[in-house]
Nanobody, 124 residues
Framework: HVQLVESGGGSVQAGGSLRLSCVASGYNPSTYCRGWFRQAPEKEREEVAFIDGDGVTNYAGSVKGRFAISQDNAKNTIYLQMNNLKPEDTGLYFC???????????????????WGQGTQVTVS
């Protein structure tokens, strides 16, 4: 039984920082890819960042240089360090995992089999 639990969301002013965490259970982290997605009100869920079992990462253009994804496989946890936050970063942030994800198409939501419940980030 795979479970993903996000935490670390909150309300910050523009220019501030937050660090999200996603604790996973039920699968071998070295064989799965993980990603962060977000969804703003009345908008589609969009990709934010990706990391594979070897630590290779990728980012959406809108967050590149401001966000950093990392992982601690011993703790089966991934992180999203978010710096220089902007109001447009506001949304519900989800972590997701899957073992069918191709690096070049890391943004395809349908390839992620497991999702957390999300943690809210609000930037004003």
């Amino acid at each position: 039984h795979v479970q993903l639990v996000e935490s670390g969301g909150g309300s910050v002013q523009a220019g501030g920082s937050l660090r999200l965490s996603c604790v996973a259970s039920g699968y071998n982290p070295s064989t799965y890819c993980r990603g962060w997605f977000r969804q703003a009100p009345e908008k589609e869920r969009e990709e934010v960042a990706f990391i594979d079992g070897d630590g290779v990462t990728n980012y959406a253009g809108s967050v590149k240089g401001r966000f950093a994804i990392s992982q601690d496989n011993a703790k089966n946890t991934i992180y999203l360090q978010m710096n220089n936050l902007k109001p447009e970063d506001t949304g519900l942030y989800f972590c997701a995992a899957g073992d069918r994800i191709v690096f070049s198409f890391w943004y395809e939501r349908r390839k992620y089999d497991y999702w957390g419940q999300g943690t809210q980030v609000t930037v004003s």
